[in-house]
């Protein structure tokens, strides 16, 4: 091993890597099962905030590679937020995003759990999500490629399933395929109370959701510090989350809702098995109930991945055991990695002791804390720009386009989003959980004279 990589991250991941798992971070769970919620709420108009929130996260993500280009670290906007903003930002910042993949996760193992049933009925829940979290942190352990090498897998399997339906499901629209070649044509989009069938106010029902859905896509930011190339890998992948985002979300749901009444859709379970069962795809349950489960272990994968970067991150600073700024032989944070998978611990165990309410109401810190995250990355990007001289700025290699107008936009739809969060019950209560988190960690920073170092 070379003498300046003992006690680094190991830079493993490659341009591959990068690529899909920048395409897979924006594909989860919440695609396949949770946007018949969202359509619910909003009917065809939800393709409006898919396409806004897609918006907001291109310039989210431009903000973030301006910063990880420049200076490609571990911990990412976590460093930025110390380095441009203040300590206690960075502090906060690093707990936060450890927390709410720690939430999040605890979702995704659980929901394996549940999916598992469709096969292995009755096998209790709480063993699928053990095995899942054992095997993923295994895979952390192992190296950082093997990490990339597992997400670019996962990914592929979402992508190929999302690409196949938006053909396959065009050539119904189009050609009539599974329908007797009867063109279905894309009338359902306004035929059932309109394009808006609950109005404007439906549409931002559902930007809350929508936003959540997107929880992820930062993480390309988290791999900084162990991308062979980051210039060109970072600057490739950040440059098209907003086209992935119109294919995948905008496309496949275009697709969907031409296909079926919106006001059907959620009736049935999952809008993708309804539409590969009407294309006469045998076992179309069963294909999409695998996607969903490797949909559900690649968040658990890189909730582990990002998870363990941060508490290194924070060790680093002394803001955490300095224990977890040690690395393996192979340039992975074990013990950072170990931590956070026995925090994932009571995931499992909320299987016997939480009813379901109560563990949604936990995962709203998760978006409360996607939107805190969001905009430090906004606020930091604004303050290194107000650090750098004419010159500096002119010199940038990858830059966020319409500075600085374009963030302080994007912060504006982000006070939105927390504003509706606030005057919809179903999701007032982050806004009451997610404060306290902050309030302790705050205290914890005082109380122990964190802010006193240097």
């Known amino acids: 091993m070379k003498k300046q990589e003992a006690g680094q991250l190991h830079r493993g991941l490659e341009q591959r890597h990068i690529t899909l798992m920048s395409l897979g971070a924006a594909i989860g769970v919440g695609l396949f099962l949770g946007s018949a919620t969202a359509i619910r ?27 990880a280009i420049k200076n490609p670290i571990a911990g990412s906007f976590s460093s930025y937020a110390r380095e441009y903003i203040s300590p206690v930002f960075g502090y906060l910042t690093g707990w936060n995003y450890w927390f709410l993949w720690i939430v999040t996760c605890m979702a995704e193992v659980t929901a394996v759990g549940i999916y598992m049933e469709l096969w292995f009925p009755d096998t209790p829940r709480w063993i699928w999500a ?15 490629k093997a990490y990339g090498e597992l997400e670019f897998w996962f990914a592929f399997i979402k992508i190929v399933t999302i690409v196949l339906m938006i053909g396959m499901g065009a050539a119904m629209i189009i050609f009539g395929l599974g329908n007797g070649g009867v063109a279905l044509g894309i009338s359902n989009l306004w035929s059932h109370g309109g394009f808006f069938p609950n109005g404007f106010s439906g549409v931002l029902m559902s930007l809350q959701m929508v936003m959540f859905a997107y929880l992820g896509v930062e993480m390309i930011g988290i791999t900084a510090g ?17 086209w992935r985002i119109l294919i995948f979300y905008v496309g496949a749901l275009f697709v969907i809702m031409s296909i079926y009444p919106w006001n059907e859709i959620g009736s049935a379970g999952s809008p993708f098995v309804m539409t590969f069962e009407k294309m006469g795809i045998p076992y179309a349950a069963g294909i999409i109930n695998f996607v969903v489960i490797t949909a559900a272990l690649s968040s658990c994968n890189s909730g582990i991945f990002s998870t363990a970067r941060m508490l290194f991150n924070l060790g680093q600073h002394g803001e955490a055991p300095a224990r977890f700024n040690k690395v393996t032989k192979r340039g992975v944070p074990g013990l950072a990695t170990l931590a956070s998978g026995a925090a994932l611990l009571i995931g499992v165990a909320l299987n016997y002791l939480v009813p379901d309410k109560v563990f949604t109401w936990v995962t709203s810190i998760a978006t409360f804390g996607a939107v805190w995250t969001w905009a430090i990355i906004l606020i930091a990007q604004l303050r290194s720009r107000k650090r750098m001289t004419s010159e500096e700025r002119a010199q940038l290699t990858y830059k966020m386009p319409w500075a600085p107008y374009s963030s302080y936009v994007t912060l504006a739809f982000l006070l939105l989003v927390i504003a509706l969060m606030a005057y919809f019950p179903d999701t007032r209560v982050s806004l009451i959980v997610g404060p306290i988190w902050f309030v302790i960690l705050i205290a914890f920073y005082y109380g122990k004279g964190f802010h006193k170092r240097k």
């Open 41 to 67: 709420l909003a009917g065809p108009a939800i393709l409006i905030a898919y396409a806004l929130g897609g918006l907001a996260m291109f310039f989210i993500m431009r903000a973030l590679g301006e910063m």
């Open 130 to 144: 053990l095995a899942a979290l054992l095997i993923m942190t295994a895979v952390n352990l192992i190296a950082v």
């Open 226 to 242: 162990e991308v062979k190339n980051p210039e060109k890998s970072i600057a490739r992948s950040i440059n098209t989350v907003f």
